[in-house]
Structures are given as structure tokens and as C-alpha cells.
């Protein structure tokens, strides 16, 4: 399994952004994906995770992101509205099977004015 971030960028607080990945391979074995994201001199961190059509989000971002994937376009997305300076991170997106998990290489995604 590959997994390739797009989109990331520079946004005001209070603006949105969209993340991208793009993943390929053996995907008929993954079982789950999410966006997680890490600041500096802090842990990695699960954002959103999304398994068959269901969607679970870490507290702070619910009602703010949106987590969504299109098989048939072999894309995951995170529409990330009302940003915050704490949401700067790197974004990075994970694929989950039975045993592996995979990582893409990571977007930065930084909220300032």
C-alpha cells in the first residue's frame, strides 16, 4: 500500500483547507484509514479515522472536520473548516491491514495570520 498527501498550505485562522491522499496497492486489504497529525515537541496524534462509511473524530475537531473516502477515485480527504493556530501540524495519512500499517510522507498545514 502507497500513500501519497497532498494540499497542505498556509491559511488564516477561521479559514478552511482541504488534505488529500492518494493511496494504491493491495488496497482491497485495508480495513481502515485516518489522518493524524503531529506539532513539534509533541506525539503524533489520531485526528479522524474512517472504517467502512463510518467516521470518528478526536474531540477538538469534530464539527470542524470532515473526514471522507472515494473508493473509485482511490482517495481519502479531510476538509478542515474554522481553522485554529493549534491545528498547525504535519497531516500525515495511515492506512491500516492485518498486521501492516502504513504512513504517507506527510503535508504541512499551518494556520497564521
Known sequence: VQLVESGGGLVQPGGSLQVSCAFSGNIAIIYSM???????????????????????????????????????????SLQMNNLKPEDTAIYYC????????????GTQVTVSL
Open 34 to 76: 485516518a489522518w493524524y497529525r503531529q506539532s513539534p515537541g509533541k506525539q503524533r496524534e489520531m485526528v479522524a479515522r474512517i472504517i467502512g462509511d463510518r467516521a470518528s473524530y478526536v474531540d477538538d475537531v469534530k464539527d470542524r472536520f470532515t473526514i471522507s473516502k472515494d473508493n473509485d477515485k482511490r482517495t481519502m
Open 94 to 105: 495511515n492506512a491500516r491491514t492485518v498486521p501492516h500499517e502504513y504512513w504517507g510522507q
